[in-house]
């Protein structure tokens, strides 16, 4: 880890420094809900697209940060044993001081781009070098302007390599991420049409992505890639280093001449430069024979031996892209990320197991670090620092090698020489609310350990992608004007996607509140660590207790409910309690009419038992472009309510009417807030495309039978096998939220990427699936929504809108989610 005083880092980025300038600085922070060790952190302010790490300065401070990296002109705080460095734009700073932090490193660099693979073929790479050699490495995909900076701070004078990942969206980011890099070797793994948005060609994107290279001694590369070979032959001095290549059709460095794919296996053949050699990897997909070739090409050129490199890659282990977070026994909440294990990795980890605020304990379990290229007291001595700074309450280690040093560890550490001793030990009574991570190379098979801890449930499974969800919300976001605030609906279990898991990402990304329907779900939400203000759309009389306890603000849609509540805030001795006044302005659910908005205004006015958070109402059909006129209506009308109540009140009160589909359709209508609901998780009558999918709801074959012609499936003989038919049974039903109206051929299901017809009726825990012509077999997978089967598209089939799909799956299904 790089260490500078602050006056060096002043120097370095041109900036001015006010106060103590010989503090040193380990570590950069750009996010203050990832600060965990402040006393040798400097915070870096940086200014973003919606936000301003400005805003955050006192935050950082009350963490106990006291180093700043500031834009110049910001007023400077006053506060006790506070230093800044004053610079023109933070980010470039950041980008200096890390370009310099590069150049002090004498060992090679390799540098990775393309629009996929990068970051599986790095991770690959890893894997092979690290028994030879100590690396460095980005961690996990952090290629930006922000993410390769930071990965550079990780350099230090025993790395023998670096490997970092670069990834651009648009024109002119390479350039600032090849002067930070400056590899002396590079890989372009393809170019395809991710990102494409922001760039007028294929040949544009490509030759931005060269521009990583332009000082390289060599660049390896695909010469089957058209745009890459064309960019370079029209631009050879774009790249001026050695070329080297392999190919599957043609002349190459590395000509692979045979590809043998099955069972999950590969073996490839080819000729390195006049020499035979051979490949096994324990992948059969192309994307990973293609990350292998890249890998095998620059393992050879680098000088391994062939069968050295073929006895490594043949042990390669999948790549954990993301982490899982699944409910666990006994109230706990569990993570899994037993893939691999190393110290760059485990503070990322640990980062995450930080932010789980449900539970008042963490928990680590640990296997040994394998082949870290640093001696075991060292290692251990660093990961019994970042247990004690990262407030890690129990810490189980397991292997010989932190059993031989487990006098370095805390007095309550527990250390067992294998898994199965750990397993045999234990009992389940030991993990009770508490957040758990798993942290384990391979070879010690935490699966095991993760089956022991998981919350048993059958093999349907509804998978949430979060950083989908994220991008989702980013999105929303770029469409509402600057300062506009966004409340984010997690009603009906975050539309069937879960409770606090959902709602803790979005507090983690700054929604500003929350809502939900009914006061049993906030305060559930409350209970998991979620403090941003939520707003409960459907108040109960009965709920009014626990709502004030809780700090709830209720919607108030009738002079009943207001009445109510007033009544219940004068038992409670509560004042200005913040509430939500429902307007109807044509939906004709749940609101006050425009002719009660004066009798409104002056009972609001003659009370202090409540203020005004916000004043809403709700459309109609925003996403229906036929029932336009009247949603311009409707928002004529609510301007002219709003206006009116916010007219007669002392203080500002926030006006909201927009829902997912009127972000996108009507963004004059914005007001002061807008309402996110099923458009979070990727589902948009406008611009589909440019959501992610968020839920995959996914299962096995429990069984295969072959069905003689003229015999029957199901229930009431309801599936007729005309030719005979191969029949898949798969565990999910209609008490899973399998809609019945999708058996008897009416709805299809994914198996091997072919849709298959359902057939006969749906059961209470099953269906049955015609699988004929597939080379099946009982446990393989079966997507019953997902990014290629839309939820939109079973919808469709049924006659019925993705919300209903969404919130009928039962709790009885298994929530996993992934976080990368």
């Known amino acids: 880890m790089a260490c500078y005083q602050l006056h060096e880092i002043s120097r370095i980025t041109g900036g001015t420094l006010t106060g103590d300038g010989s503090r040193t600085i380990q570590r950069v922070i750009t996010d203050t ?23 955050y300065l006192e935050d ?98 025993a790395h023998r390599m670096g490997i970092f990942e670069a990834g651009i969206s648009r024109p002119g980011e390479m350039s600032r991420l090849a002067g930070i890099l400056r590899p002396d070797y590079g890989i372009i793994t393809n170019v395809l049409e991710a990102h494409q948005e922001n760039f007028a060609s294929m040949e544009e994107k490509t030759m931005e ?76 997909d192309r994307a990973s024979v293609e990350n292998a070739a890249h890998a095998w090409l620059f393992l050879l050129w680098q000088g391994h031996d062939p069968e050295w490199i073929s006895g490594r890659m043949e042990k390669l282990v999948p790549v954990a892209m993301r982490l899982e977070l699944k409910k666990g026994i006994n109230h706990c ?66 292997g010989p090698d932190l059993l031989e040093h487990r006098d370095i560890f805390p007095g309550e550490s527990r250390f067992y020489p294998s898994t199965e001793s750990f397993l045999a030990q234990v009992k389940s009574s030991m993990f009770t609310d ?145 509430v939500h006044i429902k307007l109807d302005t044509g939906m004709h659910r749940l609101g006050f009419m ?37 949603t311009r209506q409707q928002i004529d009308l609510f301007r002219t309510m709003s206006e009116k109540i916010a007219g007669e009140l002392d203080y500002p009160v926030l006006k909201h009417i927009l829902n997912s589909g009127g972000i996108e359709r009507f963004p004059e209508a914005c007001f002061d807030m807008v309402r996110l609901g099923i458009g979070l998780y990727g589902i948009s009558s406008q611009n589909y495309h440019s959501l992610q999918h968020v839920g995959t709801l996914r299962s096995v074959i429990s069984q295969i039978k072959r069905v003689g ?10 599936g007729k096998a005309g030719k005979g038919m191969l029949v898949g049974v798969v565990p999910v039903g209609y008490a899973d939220g399998l809609n019945r109206k999708l058996g008897n051929g009416k709805g299809k299901m994914l198996v091997q990427g072919k849709t298959v017809p359902l057939v006969g ?23 019953i929504f997902g990014k290629q089967l839309p939820v939109s598209l079973l919808a469709e089939w049924i006659g019925t809108i993705p919300y209903e799909v969404l919130t009928s799956i039962s709790s009885r299904v298994k929530r996993v989610y992934y976080h990368e």
């Open 33 to 55: 809900r990832q600060v965990v060790i402040p006393g040798d952190s400097v915070f870096v302010a940086i200014r973003g697209m919606r936000s301003d790490g400005h805003a």
């Open 60 to 157: 950082a401070y009350k963490q106990g940060i006291r180093n700043f990296l500031i834009r110049t002109g910001f007023q400077i705080p006053s506060w006790d044993g506070a230093a800044w460095v004053s610079v023109n734009d933070p980010l470039t700073a950041l980008q200096q001081l890390a370009g310099h932090h590069r150049r002090q490193f004498t060992r090679p660099v390799l540098a990775i781009t393309g629009s996929n693979g990068k970051t599986i073929l790095k991770e690959w790479l890893f894997q092979v070098l690290q028994e030879k050699m100590r690396l460095v490495r980005s961690p996990r995909s952090y290629n930006s302007q922000i993410g390769v900076p930071l990965s550079v701070w990780m350099l230090e004078p």
């Open 209 to 284: 992505k060269l521009e990583l290279f332009r000082g390289s001694s060599a660049l390896l590369f695909c010469a089957d890639q058209e745009h890459i070979v064309r960019a370079l032959e029209k631009n050879p001095s774009l790249v001026e280093g050695e070329k080297i290549t392999w190919s599957m059709k043609g002349r190459a460095d590395l000509q692979i001449t045979s590809v043998d794919s099955r069972d999950q296996f590969t073996r490839l053949e080819g000729v390195y430069r006049g020499r035979t050699v051979h490949l096994a990897i324990p992948f059969a």
């Open 333 to 398: 909440t569990l993570i899994n990320d037993s893939y691999n294990s190393d110290v760059v990795s485990l503070r990322v980890g640990l980062e995450y197991l930080s932010r789980q605020n449900q539970h008042g304990k963490r928990t680590l379990i640990l296997s040994d670090i394998r082949q870290s290229g640093m001696p075991g007291g060292m290692l251990y001595r660093e990961v019994a620092d970042m247990i004690g700074k990262y407030g890690i309450s129990r810490f189980y280690g397991i």
């Open 434 to 578: 508490q957040a758990v991570l798993l942290k384990g190379s391979r070879e010690f098979r935490f699966e095991n350990i993760s089956a022991f801890l998981e919350e048993k449930a059958h093999q349907t499974v509804l998978e949430i992608d979060l950083n989908a969800l994220v991008h989702n919300l980013n999105y929303f976001r770029s469409l509402i004007p600057a300062g506009t605030r966004i409340m984010v609906m997690v009603k009906a279990f975050s539309y069937g996607s879960g409770s606090h898991e959902i709602a803790g990402v979005l507090q983690f990304h700054r929604a500003d509140y929350l809502a939900v329907a009914y006061t049993d779900e906030a305060v559930e939400l409350r209970e998991g660590g979620i403090t941003l203000p939520i707003m409960v759309m459907n108040p109960e009389e009965q709920g009014f207790e626990a709502m004030i306890r809780y700090r709830l603000e209720p919607e108030l849609y009738s002079f009943r409910v207001l009445d109510q509540f007033l009544e219940a805030l004068r038992k409670q001795g509560e004042y200005h309690y913040p």
């Open 594 to 630: 425009p002719h009660e908005t004066e009798q409104l205004v002056q009972r609001v006015k003659n009370t202090d038992l409540v203020k005004v958070a916000s004043v809403f109402s709700h459309l109609a059909g925003s996403d229906d472009p036929a029932l336009d006129d009247f």
């Open 709 to 718: 012609e003229g015999e029957t499936v199901g229930y009431n003989r309801r």
């Open 761 to 783: 009726d749906v059961c209470m825990d099953m269906c049955m699936i015609d699988v004929t012509g597939l080379n099946v077999k009982e446990g393989d997978e079966v997507i």
